[in-house]
């Protein structure tokens, strides 16, 4: 992992990979909570967490390079949220090509992986859960879709999604939800946050 400043209030921490990101996330969270780091905002990504709001960089750069993440399971103490899920996603059966197996196998294999949010982005509530092995990524469409309904379960990458509203899109459709996922007047307003633990659990 490597800290550098980013502006004159900020710092980002730049890790090897997701899971190193969930250990920083979930450390930085801690410590802010426990009154050991002031910032404003702690952002995690694909491969680097955000700090923002910091009021002395230099300082808590130094404070950051001598903590160690704890060795827990990568968000085993958050909380987990089943999304009731119907699978009958337009790309099942290429998604199925893309594992060399068979349609019901995709959805075993979704309904079975505890995934977690990563990080959010491309549009309000909008989480990346990671839970799939790598060789499972799969590709986005060639031609994004012009309209993927709200709730719509997705995979792109080695990464799964959820819409939470209608928007164009080029992930690969495999069920949807009418669980909401954002809402203005939550607090927070998106049900995914950061580190929370998720379940793509069969609707009844």
Do not use: K, N
């Amino acid at each position: 992992m490597r800290i550098r400043p980013v502006g004159a209030y900020a710092l980002l921490l730049d890790c090897d990979d997701a899971d190193q990101v969930e250990a920083w996330r979930a450390e930085l969270w801690r410590r802010r909570d426990a009154g050991e780091l002031t910032a404003q905002e702690i952002v995690p990504a694909a491969v680097t967490v955000l700090l923002d709001g910091v009021p002395d960089p230099t300082a808590t750069a130094a404070r950051i390079a001598g903590w160690q993440p704890r060795t827990t399971a990568a968000g085993a103490d958050s909380a987990e949220v089943r999304v009731p899920t119907v699978y009958d996603g337009a790309d099942l059966p290429t998604v199925a090509g893309h594992w060399g197996v068979d349609v019901p196998a995709v959805v075993a294999r979704l309904r079975r992986t505890e995934f977690r949010v990563a990080f959010c982005g491309f549009a309000p509530g909008f989480a990346y859960l990671t839970g799939l092995p790598p060789e499972l990524a799969v590709p986005r469409l060639a031609t994004p879709r012009t309209r993927v309904p709200a709730g719509s379960v997705a995979l792109a990458g080695w990464y799964a999604g959820i819409y939470p509203t209608a928007s164009p899109g080029g992930w690969l459709l495999v069920g949807r939800t009418d669980l909401p996922l954002f809402d203005v007047h939550a607090d927070p307003p998106a049900r995914l946050t950061p580190g929370t633990r998720v379940r793509l659990v069969e609707a009844r």
